[in-house]
């Protein structure tokens, strides 16, 4: 088994800060990523990453910047922290094979004053 | 471009009876795979059920079974015999691995009350 680590679990920050957002797995898998769940919504891709050092971005990642400088991390940076993004990040991570599940973090909660 | 819909926002059932839950999804793949995921109460998200895009049979696993309607572009999850416990909100999902970039995206949840 594993597990997925996200640090912090609240994160506050005043409008038109640069915030991060750090995710660590021990799965060892390859492919990683970052979503967004704002309340009662749905889950965004914000950005992937398929290996070490590589970034894909998914459909909401303007505003935010993302690393992956080990296999094992993945930080989630949002640029200017604005008070409509105050959302719950999930990290995920999943083996880069066909029909492989991904597994989630307990989420991080952004809140910004 | 990936999309996965969920039109249901909310559904109520009592306890003990058959629910479905509706999915449905837009690819230019040949190939894929989709899944359906649990969210709790707590935040917790956890995989359900998956179907590869090549199978025909539909998936089963436990009390959760797929209606996989591959022309309708469509994977309906059924829950059998609920339980309280199976009140929650859960998500379809879709996964393209032959794009190269394991992008995987999310339809909007339903929620799930079961009542006694």
């Known amino acids: 088994g594993g597990i997925i680590t996200q640090t912090p679990k609240f994160l506050i920050g005043q409008e038109g800060q640069k915030l991060t957002l750090k995710c660590q797995q021990n799965f060892n898998h390859d492919t990683m990523y970052w979503y967004r769940q704002d309340s009662g919504k749905g889950l965004r891709l914000i950005y992937y990453?398929?290996?070490?050092?590589?970034?894909q971005k998914g459909d909401l990642s303007e505003g935010y910047d993302a690393s992956r400088e080990k296999k094992s991390s993945f930080s989630l940076t949002v640029t200017s922290a604005q008070k409509n993004e105050m959302a719950v990040f999930l990290c995920?991570?999943?083996?880069?094979?066909?029909?492989?599940?991904?597994?989630f973090g307990e989420g991080s909660r952004l809140i910004v004053v | 471009a990936q999309k996965v819909t969920q039109t249901q926002t909310s559904i109520s059932v009592m306890e003990k009876t058959t629910v479905t839950m509706d999915c449905v999804y837009e690819?230019?793949?040949?190939?894929?795979?989709l899944f359906w995921y649990k969210q709790t109460a707590s935040g917790e998200i956890v995989f359900l059920i998956r179907?590869?895009?090549?199978?025909?049979e539909n998936a089963t696993v436990g009390h959760y079974s797929l209606n996989f309607q591959k022309p309708k572009s469509s994977i309906g999850l059924i829950i059998t015999a609920t339980q309280i416990e199976d009140s929650a909100v859960y998500f379809c999902a879709m996964r393209e691995p032959s794009s190269n970039t394991d992008k995987v995206v999310f339809g909007t949840g339903t929620r799930l009350q079961v009542s006694p």
């Open positions: 995920a991570s999943s083996i880069r094979q066909r029909g492989n599940t991904l597994y």
């Open positions: 690819t230019q793949d040949s190939s894929y795979f």
């Open positions: 990453s398929i290996t070490e050092n590589d970034l």
């Open positions: 179907q590869d895009s090549y199978k025909k």
